[in-house]
C-alpha cells in the first residue's frame, strides 16, 4: 500500500513539475501568431521610427494639402514640459468643401508609442483617401500625436505619468473614482523595487497572475489594471487629477470646428489590444440606440466589440466619449480603432501585455536593474505597441485604407 501511495504522489509531482515547466517556457517564450500576408514596400513606407520623422512628413503634406482643398487651417499646439523638448501637437483641418454636414476627427498618439501606427494612417489617409467629391459635405481634422512626450520618449503615458485616455473627465467626479479592483492588486501592478525581468518573480509572472485569474477571473484583472484609476499616481493607467495642458488647450479648438456641423464621427487610432496584425472596433458600451445605430450602419459589415463581453474591458475618462460631450445637442459618433499586437485576447498574452505595461513604468519611476535590462525591458514594450515586423505594419495600412474608404463613403 505504502508503495502504491508513493507512485501515486510521485506520478502527481511529476505531472506538477511538467505542468510547471510546460508554463514556464510557454510564457517565457512567448510569441503571438504569425500574420500571413505579403510584404507591402509602398505601405511599409508611410511608417517612421522617430517622433521628429513622423511630424516632418505630416508637415510636409500638410503644406501640399493647403494647395489642393479650400480653406485648410494648419496649426499646432505646444506642449509644455519640464525637460525643455520641443513637443507639438500638430493639427489639420480640411473643412467640408461645399456644404458642412459632417465631421471626422481622426487621431494618433494618445498614446504616445502607439503614435508611430497613427501617424502612418493618417499620412496614407491624406495620400490615398480623401478627394474633393469625399470632402464635399464632410471636414477633416487630423490631430496628430496627441501625446508627444510619450511619443518622442517611446512611453504611453505623458510627463507626468497620466494616461491621456484615463484623463479626459466630462465632469470633475471622475478623478474621485475608487478603482476597488486596482487597490486590490496594487502590489503586483505597482512594485516599488529596481525593475528586473529576468528575476524569479517576473520569470514566474504568470503564474501569480493565473493565481489570481483563478481567485477573480481573466475579465477581472484585465478590468481592475486597465480601466483606469486616480489614486496613485505613479501606478499604470493613472488618469491624474485634472485635465493634461493638451486637452485643455484641445477643447476650444474642438467647439470652434465642430460648430458648422451636425455629425460627428470621431475615431482614435490605437495598437496593442487584440489579436496580432487584426483590426479592431472598440468603443465603450453605448445606450443611446441613435448612437449606436449611427455607428453600425458606419462600420456595417465590420465586428464592432461593444465593451459588453467577458473578452474586454470598458474605460475611465474616454477622450472619444469627452469630444462629444464638447457638442451637445448633435450626432457624436465615438469609434476607437485598434490594432492588435500580441494576442492579447488570449490569457497569455494578456497576462504578458500586462506584466511589459508593469515593468515599463516600475522602471521609469524606480530605476532599472542594469543598463542590459533596461534595453530588454524597452525593447519589449516598444514592440508592443509598435511592431517591427513588416507584415504587421503592411496590414495596419491595407486593413485601415479599406476600412476608412468606406467610412468616408458611408458619411
Known amino acids: 500500500m505504502k508503495k ?3 507512485i501515486i504522489l510521485w506520478s502527481l509531482f511529476g505531472i506538477l513539475a511538467a505542468g510547471y515547466i510546460f508554463l514556464f517556457v510557454a510564457y517565457n517564450g512567448y510569441k503571438p501568431d504569425k500574420i500571413d500576408i505579403e510584404v507591402s514596400s509602398e505601405a511599409t513606407a ?159 509572472f504568470h503564474i501569480i497572475a493565473v493565481q489570481k485569474i483563478i481567485t477573480e477571473s481573466m475579465a477581472a484583472l484585465r478590468q481592475a489594471a486597465l480601466q483606469g484609476q486616480y489614486e496613485y499616481p505613479e501606478g499604470i493607467y493613472y488618469g491624474g487629477q485634472k485635465f493634461e495642458p493638451q486637452i485643455s488647450a484641445l477643447a476650444p479648438i474642438l467647439k470652434g470646428i465642430m460648430v458648422d456641423y451636425s455629425e460627428i464621427l470621431t475615431i482614435d487610432l490605437h495598437t496593442g489590444y487584440g489579436a496580432n496584425g487584426v483590426l479592431h472596433l472598440f468603443p465603450n458600451p453605448i445606450e443611446d440606440p441613435i448612437v449606436k445605430s449611427g455607428l453600425e450602419n458606419i462600420f456595417s459589415g465590420y465586428q464592432i466589440d461593444w465593451g459588453d463581453s467577458d473578452d474586454f474591458y470598458t474605460i475611465l475618462g474616454s477622450y472619444v466619449d469627452w469630444i462629444g460631450s464638447l457638442a451637445p445637442g448633435k450626432l457624436n459618433l465615438p469609434m476607437v480603432i485598434e490594432f492588435g499586437t500580441l494576442d492579447s485576447q488570449k490569457t497569455l498574452g494578456s497576462i504578458r501585455s500586462i506584466q511589459n505595461m508593469i515593468l515599463e513604468n516600475q522602471g521609469q519611476h524606480h530605476g532599472f536593474k542594469n543598463e542590459r535590462t533596461e534595453a530588454k525591458i524597452k525593447s519589449r514594450f516598444r514592440e508592443m505597441y509598435y511592431p517591427s515586423s513588416e507584415e504587421w505594419r503592411t496590414k495596419v495600412i491595407l486593413d485601415s485604407k479599406e476600412i476608412l474608404e468606406k467610412v468616408f463613403q458611408r458619411l
Open 4 to 6: 502504491v501511495l508513493r
Open 46 to 204: 508611410y511608417f517612421n521610427e522617430t517622433y521628429e520623422d513622423c511630424r516632418s512628413d505630416f508637415l510636409s503634406e500638410a503644406e501640399k494639402i493647403k494647395q489642393e482643398y479650400s480653406f485648410v487651417e494648419v496649426s499646432n499646439i505646444l506642449v509644455p514640459n519640464k525637460s525643455g523638448q520641443e513637443l507639438y501637437i500638430d493639427l489639420i483641418y480640411i473643412p467640408a468643401q461645399d456644404t458642412a454636414i459632417n465631421l471626422m476627427v481622426l487621431t494618433s498618439g494618445i498614446h504616445g508609442v502607439e503614435g508611430f501606427a497613427g501617424s502612418a494612417v493618417q499620412l496614407m489617409t491624406i495620400k490615398e483617401i480623401i478627394s474633393q467629391d469625399l470632402l464635399s459635405s464632410t471636414g477633416l481634422f487630423l490631430i496628430h500625436g496627441l501625446n508627444p512626450f510619450g511619443f518622442k520618449n517611446i512611453r504611453k503615458v505623458t510627463e507626468n505619468n497620466v494616461d491621456l485616455n484615463r484623463n479626459c473627465a466630462i465632469n470633475q467626479s471622475l478623478y474621485d473614482v475608487v478603482n476597488e479592483g486596482y487597490r486590490d492588486l496594487v502590489e503586483m501592478l505597482g512594485p516599488t523595487k529596481k525593475a528586473d525581468h529576468a528575476n524569479s518573480k517576473n520569470r514566474n
